[in-house]
């Protein structure tokens, strides 16, 4: 049994798809990642590189789209006693990553959950509404995209690389070599290796026939060298603080400004990548290996006595899991939590992005 599989035996303990959540809810944070998409790029060597992909490559597929629709009337039913039928700007807060896809998943999920009702109705025909999605652009995003510059990351980042790379060749000694040979394409290090996964696990899911000389290495152990590649983002405290560590910071914020009476917030989403998700994963202290999969979701509820409740669910065929935060349990009062993740939440991150200092 690999290690991924591990992941989602001990770490998770299922409340149930169609389980209602009562009103003793204060406060509702949804990461997901976007629904199915096609390839983000192709290989010299790929019979599919002319593939007709409706919308071109990295592009929801309509099965993304379902995805993320679905997603939507699932946390309709499940939170329907905690979040009114009526859509209120107020209320709802969503946020996305610059890309195309992370933004129409976000506008898909909020179809499946805000349906118009009443007045909201302005074509009979069409039971949709218009809901509005913010981003910041890719250069400016440290948070869901997490694409900001920041030096000190980047150093840091590229020296476990390095060490990552050394080790992955001398386990699976032949593997670069053999990728670049039938691929046409130059496989030179770990995340050469989680594009190319990528790229064959959509085909794969795609019903396209892969070549032979896939059966090699795929699924494994590219799919497990994937899930290193996505690790090594917040693979030491360090990067865990300036990549994971700021949305978290932003979501514990969100938090106690609720127990403040400081927003009117019930309810923000945030629409990401498998990055996003395996980065705030790790950050939470679950260091185990873990590949998304399309539309995964991680939910943060803070309910009305202080108590959080951290869940996830790996696809929308799967249950929503509560996840047992080492040093919070199960669930456990803001204030502890807040406490447990106090090193990896940046005080000041662009500072520490440009100093040799944590401040």
Known sequence: MNTITLFFLVSFMSVGQNKKINGNLSLLQILFR???????????????????????????????????????????????????????????????????????????????????????????????????????????????????????????????????????????????????????????????IEFLYSTLEIEDLNNLTLPNWTKRYYPEPMKTLTAESLALYSYTPLLKRLSGGVFLKNVTDNMLQKVENNTTNKLILFSGHDLTVVNVMRSLGLDELLKPEFAATIIFELHKEREVKVLYKKNVNDDFNEMSIPGCQSSCELSNLVKVLDPVLPKNWNEECIKNVIV
């Open 34 to 192: 976007h629904g199915e998409r096609s390839p983000t790029e192709t290989y010299n060597n790929d019979p599919y590189k002319n593939y007709d992909w409706p919308g071109g490559l990295g592009f929801l597929t309509n099965r993304g789209k379902m995805q993320m629709y679905t997603l939507g009337q699932q946390l309709r039913e499940r939170y329907s006693d905690y979040l009114p039928e009526y859509y209120l700007p107020e209320e709802v807060l969503t946020y996305s990553s610059y890309s195309d896809r992370c933004l129409i998943s976000a506008e898909l999920l909020l179809a499946g959950l805000y349906p118009p009702v009443g007045q909201q109705i302005w074509n009979p025909d069409l039971l949709w509404q218009p809901i509005p999605v913010h981003y910041n652009p890719r250069n400016l995003d440290n948070i869901i995209a997490m694409k900001q510059p920041c030096k000190k990351y980047k150093e840091a980042f590229n020296e476990i690389s390095a060490v990552r790379l050394n080790e992955s060749i001398k386990k699976y000694p032949d593997i670069y070599r053999y990728l670049t040979e039938h691929t046409g394409s130059e496989i030179k290090t770990i995340g050469d």
